[in-house]
């Protein structure tokens, strides 16, 4: 399987139209972003789909999974607990930490939060595939 980056990504890439464009930066197994989640990835009226904010914590977790690795991690199981809505409109720090890892997975936590306030929190198991350049 090769695997490359692609600026279509949904996650961090800026090309993609219906992205996330997540700006993420990752250094020794954490990763971190800032992003105000737009009307297109609305669930309810006024609150972001739950899907959205699973699919910005697993980004920012493989992106720390690859911080720690040097490795591309696929994710192979994700748990997410939905605290408190996120909102359209408002900027959220997405974060994320290693908090164990192998020649085979990693395993990472992870949050969306506010003002100090946890809204959702994660975690996941990525299979390690080959190196890569996060």
Request: charge should be positive.
């Amino acid at each position: 399987m090769d695997l490359k980056f692609s600026d279509m990504c949904f996650g961090c890439g800026k090309k993609n139209e219906c992205g996330l464009k997540l700006d993420i930066s990752h250094s020794s197994g954490k990763a971190e972003a800032k992003t105000v989640f737009r009307e297109i990835f609305q669930g309810w009226n006024g609150i972001v789909h739950g899907g959205i904010i699973t699919a910005a914590i697993d980004e920012v977790m493989a992106y720390a999974v690859g911080s720690a690795t040097g490795k591309t991690g696929v994710t192979a199981e994700l748990t997410i607990r939905f605290k408190k809505p996120v909102k359209i409109g408002e900027e959220y720090e997405i974060g994320a930490e290693v908090v164990e890892f192998n020649r085979r997975k990693a395993v990472a936590k992870g949050y969306v939060k506010r003002k100090g306030k946890i809204h959702a929190e994660g975690k996941g198991t990525y299979v390690l595939l080959k190196e890569v350049k996060v």
